[in-house]
């Protein structure tokens, strides 16, 4: 049973919470700006002074270096690191990373050297990187995280899935606090598979949140951005938002789907003021889309002077188009 069963309603009160938020996307440094109507700067690549280096970064492809640049940040954001590290016990936070095309240069190039010269021409160093998981495993051992860790490669939907996840983490009492993280880097292996003859215009970069349970929330004095109140995910797009939103007429904020559907009505006939449309201000995101969404949905309901509703609500959705398999949506509200 998926979360999609298992989390498609949610309870009246949320006890999901975001505490923390990172973005690491080029020509943007706060989630904020993901809230800009136009176009950002988007088709470049995160310069090397936003990504850690010296031990612990060494041999780490692109997408894992993104990914620890976002996770430092939204850490931070949540209070739960310092200069001496990380300040709550580590098996009290797991790590869920959404990334479709993360190591896909490391797998390639590993394909490509076996094909070519047979085991002997496979680089120890390279190996671990090839794995499914190394972006996870790899931020839980540079922060010391020993909750539930696990990636997720599943399409248009991921992104939003990965919060999915881990607000059911969260909910069932798995762990107090998990790091969700999405990320996509832009490289030549990934354009050239993802674009064909003709090279796509691909993110490079990453988001990350910190979900929190309330009560450790509360246990830590520390306050909240917004609370997840619903998720779901479903065949077609219309369903899927409308078990999310659990009937709700109107919403403040609405994400749409990147290259779904449009910007200007969402499904279901549900109403909305305002609308942040990543899909036009950045490159492709896949994988990191439904992070993004999240983060940027996070500054929106923190910020009072954004809401035009007695009740600050954001929606965001993912997937539902012609190719994807199915749709996902994330309702978030204030605390």
Do not use: M, W, Y
């Given at each position: 049973m998926g979360p999609e069963q298992r989390t498609g309603t949610r309870r009246g009160t949320?006890?999901?919470?975001?505490?923390?938020?990172?973005?690491?996307?080029?020509?943007?440094?706060?989630?904020?700006?993901?809230?800009?109507?136009?176009?950002l700067e988007g088709a470049g690549r995160v310069g090397p002074e936003r990504l850690p280096s010296g031990r612990g970064a060494r041999n780490k492809d692109r997408a894992t270096m993104l990914a620890f640049a976002a996770a430092t940040l939204a850490l931070a954001d949540a209070g739960l690191l310092d200069d001496e590290g990380l300040c709550v016990p580590g098996e009290t936070v797991g790590t869920v990373v959404s990334s479709?095309?993360?190591?896909?240069?490391?797998?390639?190039?590993?394909?490509e050297r076996l094909s070519r010269d047979g085991t002997a021409g496979i680089s120890a160093l390279d190996l671990p990187n090839a794995s499914s998981n190394v972006i996870a495993?790899?931020?839980?051992?540079?922060?010391?995280?020993?909750?539930?860790?696990?990636?997720?490669c599943n399409g248009a939907t991921s992104g939003l899935d990965a919060v999915g996840w881990a607000t059911l983490a969260v909910e069932t009492?798995?762990?107090?606090?998990?790091?969700?993280?999405?990320?996509?880097?832009a490289n030549a292996v990934v354009e050239?598979?993802?674009?064909?003859?003709?090279?796509?215009?691909?993110?490079?970069?990453?988001?990350?949140?910190?979900?929190?349970?309330?009560?450790?929330?509360?246990?830590?004095?520390?306050?909240?951005r917004a609370a997840v109140a619903g998720y779901a995910r479903r065949r077609d797009l219309t369903t899927t938002v409308g078990v999310a939103t659990n009937g709700r007429a109107r919403v403040g904020l609405w994400l749409p789907p990147q290259g779904g559907a449009r910007a200007e009505r969402a499904p279901a006939g549900v109403g909305f003021g305002d609308v942040c449309d990543l899909g036009r201000t950045l490159p492709s995101a896949s994988g990191a889309l439904g992070v993004l969404q999240c983060a940027a949905a996070t500054a929106w309901l923190a910020d009072p002077g954004r809401h035009r509703d007695a009740e600050p609500t954001a929606l965001a959705a993912a997937g539902g188009g012609a190719t994807d398999d199915a749709a996902a949506a994330v309702l978030l509200t204030t605390t």
């Open positions: 949320a006890t999901a919470l975001v505490t923390g938020a990172g973005v690491v996307l080029p020509g943007v440094k706060h989630a904020a700006d993901l809230l800009a109507p136009e176009p479709n095309l993360g190591n896909l240069d490391t797998v390639c190039r590993v394909a495993s790899s931020v839980a051992i540079r922060f010391g995280l020993r909750g539930a860790n696990f990636t997720l009492g798995r762990v107090a606090r998990v790091l969700v993280i999405g990320v996509e880097p050239r598979l993802a674009g064909g003859d003709a090279p796509a215009r691909l993110l490079d970069g990453s988001g990350a949140l910190v979900l929190e349970s309330s009560a450790s929330a509360e246990a830590r004095e520390r306050g909240a």
